[in-house]
């Protein structure tokens, strides 16, 4: 009887100071498992007298089932202290910002050029490309250049072989319309072209331009400065200025060059602008005759004007970036910026 009293009690305080379920689990087994204290008692029954056998065993029972209680109650408290914990941890904040999600970005040549196309094919022109690998005919003789013009040396244009060149502008696609014969033109042409220079920070040996080509009956010099001044407003802003200087290009006469007002510092002089408030843009004028005629347009009934812009400078400008190398080095640091 003392000895039930003692397992009792020391099973109670083992319970009361099991703090996780594994502890009050070896409790259970060291009272009531196989080999529990408990258990031992039971089995000891065939020593005791058959008359006290009954009351014995209910005496048994009765311990049982109080230190059964005691584990149940106890495991209840722990289950729910453990689950309370685990809902103190595992709390989200749905007031988080959330992660954002990488997403792709546009190359910063990609949102020039589509800004470009857009404005142009808003005014009425077709977008035509054409083979960058191209016969020296349409590349240098169609467009004026006669054969010992410095363009044509191997300083500044790669050559295939002595009929073949990778172009060094995307005027060969112009020429090819025009041969066509399908007259009025109004077309840009964008695309790669190639530039034996020397690799620095505005220069690479493969770049892109978009080149412009309207001909028509009465195209004047005027219908070339609205178009371009236009094009500037819309692509730099309403209050952009433009201003044509004269210029030499072999297919075109005259030519100009049109610079555009800053649109960092409005045309007062800035870092950006190096102090002169204008920023070159591009390069324009009015086909050259002989061009018209060489691809079988006749001068006299048809007149036209052409330009050319580079878009890794349209792009490098627009967003203030001084490494044209950026463009090409595809650090995503970089061009997830866009
Ligand atoms: C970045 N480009 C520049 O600085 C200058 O580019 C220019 C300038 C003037 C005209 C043209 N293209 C052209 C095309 C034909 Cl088919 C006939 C006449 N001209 C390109």
């Not at 172009?167 to 033109?185: A, D, F, H, W």
Request: glycine share 6%; proline share 5%.
């Amino acid at each position: 009887k003392e000895k039930l009293q003692k397992i009792k009690e020391e099973a109670m305080n083992r319970i009361a100071a099991s703090d996780d379920l594994t502890k009050l689990n070896d409790v259970r087994v060291a009272v009531l498992g196989k080999k529990g204290e408990l258990t031992a008692v039971l089995k000891s029954m065939k020593d005791v007298l058959p008359e006290e056998r009954p009351a014995f065993g209910q005496l048994v029972n009765e311990v049982r089932s109080e230190i059964e209680d005691k584990l149940e109650n106890a495991k209840k408290a722990l289950e729910a202290k453990e689950l309370e914990l685990r809902l103190q941890n595992e709390v989200i904040d749905v007031t988080l910002p959330a992660k954002k999600n990488k997403v792709g970005h546009r190359h910063p040549n990609t949102i020039a050029l589509e800004e470009v196309e857009r404005i142009f094919i808003g005014m009425g022109y077709e977008v035509v490309e054409g083979p960058e690998v191209e016969l020296d005919y349409y590349n240098f003789e169609a467009l004026n250049i006669p054969a010992n013009h410095p363009a044509k040396d191997e300083q500044d244009t790669f050559y295939i072989n002595n009929e073949i060149v990778l172009r060094t502008q995307t005027s060969p696609v112009q020429v090819r319309e025009m041969e066509k014969g399908k007259l009025p033109i109004r077309m840009i042409a964008p695309g790669r072209v190639f530039r034996a220079d020397e690799v620095d920070a505005t220069h690479s040996p493969s770049f892109h331009q978009i080149e412009g080509l309207v001909i028509d009956k009465h195209i004047t010099f005027s219908d070339l400065k609205g178009t371009l001044e236009e094009f500037a407003r819309e692509l730099f802003g309403p209050d952009t200025k433009v201003k044509f200087r004269p210029h030499h290009f072999p297919f075109t006469e005259p030519s100009a060059e049109m610079d555009v007002t800053c649109f960092k510092c409005g045309g007062k002089g800035c870092r950006f602008c190096k102090g002169e408030g204008w920023i070159e843009i591009l390069g324009c004028g009015m086909v050259h005759p002989r061009v018209l005629r060489m691809s079988g347009i006749d001068p006299e009934e048809y007149s036209g004007f052409a330009f050319g812009v580079g878009l890794e400078r349209i792009a490098l400008l627009k967003y203030e970036i001084d490494d044209m190398r950026l463009l090409y080095e595809n650090d995503d640091r970089f061009l997830k910026q866009f």
